[in-house]
């Protein structure tokens, strides 16, 4: 069940262990609605002292006619769900333990959305993941805040979306990270059920351990420089360099040792996120590789 309600939207709310306030983080979830991948998306955040709120933009359906409704919306760059992205952001920044600074992320579906969120008021930065670009990408992302996305080559799609996404904030002169993955299909950032691996690779929609543990890191290195204001990065991070304020590295694992973060109450349904200072092993599908 969804944890609070932004106004008359569901949405799932992860907070972090470590001492406050955070920046806030609205994370947008795939076509497939609120489920534990974007929530593990979440807790992601908050181990690394981000607040992170996933709204379900779908409302708990998943029939054809919203889905189809969310990418006319995204096309539009307007609609009721960016009017719930907005209010989640607010809601968040009013918080007293955000910093009143707030990002957005989004994968697939709501990579389309977080893309389309850059150059609405509020937001610092933002992260893309496979989201569709808009054929005007230079006058739909006017203005917009720092973006860092992460495609993959053999994505269905093709390279024109990231391509498109490149120069258009490199001619609006919007600080950036764009980065296309060779081996990476579509969706490389989620885990799958294993009885359906066959089907996803010949459908190029397989996780893909490399591309997604480089553009964690990046998307945290993006977020620290640009929600925390920390250093930016050189471009090239040595082993061991702490990302996001909290001296840890990102691992993604596939291996069994994988370990589920450990949530301890605080409020009422807040999920409460820490992690320590050593590596993190994260198992795809539980929290969101």
Known sequence: MPDVSVGS??????????????????AIHEAFGLNDDIKAHADRLAALGYLALAPDLLAGRFWMRCVRSMFRQITAGSG?????LDTCRGWLAERQDCTGKTGVIGFCMGG???????????????????????ADAQ???AGSCPVVGSYGARDAMGVSHPERLEAALTALGVPHDVKVYPEAGHGFMDSRPAVL??????????????AAEDAWQRIFAFFGQYLKDLPAPDGRRPEGVSLGGLGIQVVVDQAAGGAALRQRPGRPDDHVVGAADVDIAVRPGRLGG
Do not use: I
């Not at 389309?112 to 808009?134: E, H, I, K, Q, T």
């Not at 691996?197 to 490399?210: E, F, S, T, V």
């Open 80 to 84: 009721p769900a960016f009017e719930v």
């Open 139 to 141: 006058r739909a992302l």
């Open 112 to 134: 389309g959305f977080a893309l389309m969120c850059a150059p609405r008021d509020g937001f610092s930065a933002a992260a893309v993941n496979y989201g569709v670009v808009p």
């Open 9 to 26: 939207t569901a949405a799932y709310l992860a907070v972090p262990v470590t001492p406050g306030p955070w920046p806030g983080v609205v």
């Open 197 to 210: 691996a066959p089907l996803l690779a010949l459908a190029r929609l397989q996780y893909d351990k490399a």
